[in-house]
């Protein structure tokens, strides 16, 4: 693909990624799987042509049923046409939420997400989008798209808020009961994505752990842990307890997928139900309803930084193309994020830098 | 232990156990450690004074310094003699927060902890409550209460505040690489506990676990489940994801102490950070500040359904006398309701209903 002309582009179009600085952009084609999620097709058409209108340098190919995807552009005004930089590629399957990941993958080839990663696969696409099936992401990530010579296992590795900023949680992906080699390499792959595209200088790694000794821990860690000390090019700052990450104590903290996976879930269920206490709360007399009234806008703009679908997908680290995984239940803001997102990890050349970061074979 | 008549208790009495019914008690003897926890010994000794004030029917005797034991209560107005129905043994070595549990438990023969859990292995306590070093005083429950027969690892049994009442996370404690079979004894001890203690009919067991369906999980958890299955005596309706566990669809969260530490402090920590964060909305403008003082004393209402501190301590489960851990840092308060805790296990026989529910060899 031809570099388009670099030209910077402040923080303020980046609303997901609030520590970046001022970057330079080059085109990108962005693969996009039209059909999965709990809101697609029309939140994922409706994020597309809000990311489309934020950016030019973005191309993207929806991947899925035509005729329901051009009736979607029909809504939203394109009658006839499909907006510019967008073509379409029909597919006749699709994988649902509950599907066996691996079989799913294999079996289904002409499903949207199928089709949609075999684009980055042959080089058609840069990056490929779903909020589909996560398992089947990962798994397609891993069997189709590949991972990079070197890479044991590729970890899903979401950003979520914290009291200071944003964290990395990482793995949150497939690799439930994983070895101390892997937990290294999420801790290196997490420490280059911290520093290069969130610009965070010499990121704090931790590990999750019921305590702050170094003896403390079940076998994994504490078989991880004198290996992460001894891991060259990461600041490694030892042990982080579970209450400390929403502090924002490390800026990459590092588990197995299951420990993940219960952090990332709790975080977003603790955060929606307190939220909702709250709002309970706060209509709950007359004096506090007129009191609520006063403090919406106040207390709106602080929710906020706790909201997860601000900083776009979770991409799947350490495969050959960029894989980037959003909420099921992601709408057009957070597809609109995760799309813009993807630029980041082409114009920063990602794949080269942690490839030489973590010292594995070009 | 002579047995008081019994009489009806309602359950204002008990803020912390919001979901109890009226219950009759009888008289119990709790050791506490006085030297134990981040407030100690002032919140101990005000929390033990106030469990007094609200109870007749509780002897205490406090575990530690004798001098420092008296000025405390010098300080609360007892001049030269202790309140009735407090005794103290004095005792001259402390277990630091940061100790190794088994070696200080082993070594520390004459420390408040050591003392406290003898006076239960030896009768003369029928419970003992610290604040302390909570891997010591698992590790203490184990080696010196002892388990009851059959029991393989005593879980910590923490509840938790959700949207719709309380749950308990089972284990928290200190068997971090569980066996299934540890498990599967950790939803009978939870179901047993949540019927009997706290008066839910027919309790919902689930294991923690990555997604809905039984084939998702670890390797722990994928050997598990089947057992839960068949498990006769439990109301188990599968997996549970982190994300419902605020929202309380399961009366027992059954996991391993790695995976419900990491819950436990997780809940914990995003809690205080998003009330914090909150507050700092509440009070960013001069109108949200007008608002926030006419909405206090109702999100005070609603926020303290999710103070952790008002249920009391947490039990370490399966064990031959009551062993109950406080939070480190609890206050005078958390101290008092854990105290108040102890009398229902005596009272219902919680240990012969565990040793019969399991069908373990009395």
């Not at 990332?264 to 909702?276: D, H, P, R, V």
Request: hydrophobic letters at 40%.
């Amino acid at each position: 693909m031809a570099e388009a002309p670099g030209e910077t582009v402040d923080a303020q179009a980046y609303p997901g990624l609030i520590l970046v600085r001022s970057i330079r952009m080059s085109e990108i084609t962005v693969a996009i799987d039209a059909m999965g999620g709990d809101n697609a097709p029309g939140c994922v058409i409706e994020g597309t042509i809000a990311a489309l209108s934020e950016s030019d340098d973005i191309n993207v190919i929806l991947c899925g049923d035509s005729e329901i995807i051009k009736k979607g552009f029909k809504e939203h005004g394109f009658e006839g046409s499909l907006p510019d930089r967008v073509s379409v590629v029909h597919t006749t399957e699709e994988i649902g939420m509950a599907e066996h990941p691996t079989n799913a993958i294999r079996k289904k080839k002409d499903s949207s997400m199928v089709v949609g990663l075999n684009l980055v696969k042959e080089g058609k696409a840069d990056a490929f989008v779903s909020a589909g099936n996560s398992g089947a992401i990962l798994a397609g990530g891993t069997l189709l798209v590949g991972r990079l010579k070197g890479i044991e296992r590729p970890p899903l590795a979401p950003i979520i808020p914290t009291a200071n900023g944003v964290s990395m949680v990482i793995d949150c992906g497939a690799n439930m009961d994983a070895r101390p080699s892997w937990l290294v390499q999420f801790a290196q792959m997490g420490s280059v994505y911290m520093k290069e595209i969130i610009g965070i200088d010499n990121p704090r790694v931790a590990i999750v752990n019921v305590g702050a000794e170094e003896e403390k821990g079940n076998a994994l860690v504490k078989e991880t842990f004198p290996l992460l000390k001894e891991t060259k090019g990461i600041n490694f700052i030892g042990s982080i307890e579970a209450r400390d990450i929403p502090v924002g104590y490390a800026d990459v903290c590092v588990c197995d997928a299951f420990v993940g996976n219960v952090i990332l879930k709790l975080y977003e269920g603790l955060a929606s139900t307190l939220i909702s206490k709250i709002k309970e709360g706060l209509t709950s007399t007359t004096l506090s309803t007129i009191g609520a009234a006063l403090a919406k806008p106040a207390l709106r703009n602080t929710l906020k930084d706790f909201d997860a679908t601000k900083y776009g997908g979770a991409p799947l680290l350490g495969c050959k193309g960029l894989v980037v995984k959003t909420h099921g239940s992601a709408r057009a803001n957070e597809i609109k994020n995760t799309i813009l997102q993807c630029r980041q990890f082409k114009e920063y050349d990602f794949t080269g830098k942690l490839t030489r970061g973590i010292g594995l074979t070009e």
